[in-house]
Every structure is written in C-alpha cells, then in structure tokens.
C-alpha cells in the first residue's frame, strides 16, 4: 500500500523536469521562428527590450507562484502593482520625500496588502479565488481614488527612472547594457528559489500545497505560514509596481488590468502546478520569457492587439490542459 506514493514522488519530479525542459525547448522554437519571421526581431535594441518587458511580467509571475505552489491564486497581482506604484507616486510626488522612502513605502503597502489577502483565505476560510478578487476590485477603486483617476509623473525624482531603466551593469561594461529592471528580475528570482529550496518558509509552500491537512495535524501553524506566503507575494508585487512606474515614469492608476492573465500564464507554462504542491522559479522565468517573446513577436509581425489577447487565452488553456494530463500521469 505505501509504495504508490513513493513511486509517485520520482514520477512528479520527473514529469516536472520535463515541463522544464519543455518550455525551454518551446522559448527557443520561439525565437528561431521569430528571428525568421522578421529580420528586426534579433537586433539588440528589441532584445533589451523583450527582456525589459519580461522584468515586470515575470517579477509578477514570482509572486504568483509562490502563492499557487500553496494551492492557492492570487487574482491582485496586476492592481496591486498599480496600486504601489500609485503609493509610491504619492510618497515621492505628492509629499515630495527622499526616495528611498518611496520604495519602501511601496514594498510595505504591497506586503500589507498581501497579508490582508492571506488572512482572508487562511483565516477567515475564504476561497482564494474569491478573496483576491474581492482585493483586486478593493485596489482598482483605492488606486483610482488615490490618484484622484490622473496619472502621477516623477517628474520631482529624477533618479526614479533609473531602478527600471538605468545600467548598472552597463556602467561596469558598456558591451552589455542590461537595464536594472532585468538585473532586479534575475537577482530576486536567485532569491526566491533559493528560499523555496533551502528555508523552512519554502517547505512549508510545497507542503500546504500538497497536504494542508497533515501539515495542521503535524502542529504547525499552517494559517500563520500561509498569511506570511501571502505577505511575501505582496511584497514582490511591490517591486512590480516600482519597476513599471520607473519604466514609464509615472503610476498608470488603471494600468495593471490584464497582467494577473500574463503573470499566471507564465507560471502554468513553466510547470507549476495549479494543483498546488509543485512548481519552480527557473520554470517561471522560462514561462515569462515565452509570454515576452511571444507578444513582441506578434507585435513585430503587425498582428493586432485583439489576436494577442486571443492567443494569451489559447496558451493558458493549453498550459492548464497540459498540467491536468502530467497530474493524471503522475498519479
């Protein structure tokens, strides 16, 4: 009777691997067909720009993964972006502060805002489809109140574009101007992975995700550990919000809708399971490189907003399809 669950566990790390592997394969498929499709899209200024793209989406998908390894969906990625980058607006704009105040105001009330959510689903019991979209209609509506519905320029921080646009490495070898916005998504997923896999904190993801239940009858505080989870994904999305304000020097207050689909997509693409119980960060930054490949190409290719939005529609439920059949294979 115990070895069905043993063998299962090999079957689902690899069947894991495979959905690396996957959409590694499919990323550079991607850019083959693209580079021949258009002779503009390998230039190194649409490069920088697909990764610039990239740094937001997948700094985005981090913090959706961490919450769907838990079994959960978190559907305020996108307005909580907006709304820190309105707060961080309002911190550097509208009360004139020092910068770094600014960003730290936005990580807080991105954190803050992730734990509101997290004491919604563990401890007050609501579906996390419902909770988060409640928050997301809750910081849609604070964000356009906030800003009074009119874009906050940073006109007053000159230094504000920098976090997303600057080079730190390009001022060290000026060959390789990566923008910081880039650099931020790499380092923090470095962060996040290495959490997951090495820091009580990430055991316990994976395992609310696998087995609530016996995680509680275990003794842990499992409502505790998934609130702090929660709290974590807030506080990306907060750094979300700063790259993409620094990005277009001003906080969009309706911007953000539309980049929980983008965020979630990647994270199904690189095989985190919507199930909960597994996924990885290098599988979510291959599924936002696809996601920004793919968009750019299209656009490259004069392919209208409407169809983009089609094919964003047609991969998830792809993705979504293909995590079902590897959950049945896996047992």
Known sequence: MTATPIAAKPRAIASGAQQKLLAFASLIALLVFFSLASPNFLQTANILAILQATSVNGVLAIAATLVIITGGIDLSVGTLMTFTAVIAGVVLTFWGLPL???VIAAIA????????SGSLVARMKIPPFIAT??????LKGLSLVISGTKPIYFNDTPSFPLISTGSLIGSIFPAVPVPNGVLILFLLALAISWMLNRTTLGRYCFALGSNEEAVRLSGVNADGWKVAIYALAGGICGIAGLLIASRLNSAQPALGQGYELDAIAAVVIGGTSLAGGRGSILGTIIGALIMGVLLNGLRIMSVAQEWQTVVTGAIIIFAVYADMLRRRRAG
């Not at 009330?109 to 509101?116: E, K």
């Open 100 to 102: 770094p105040l600014g």
């Open 133 to 138: 979209l409640g928050m997301m209609l809750i």
């Open 109 to 116: 009330a991105g954190t803050a805002c992730g734990f509101i």
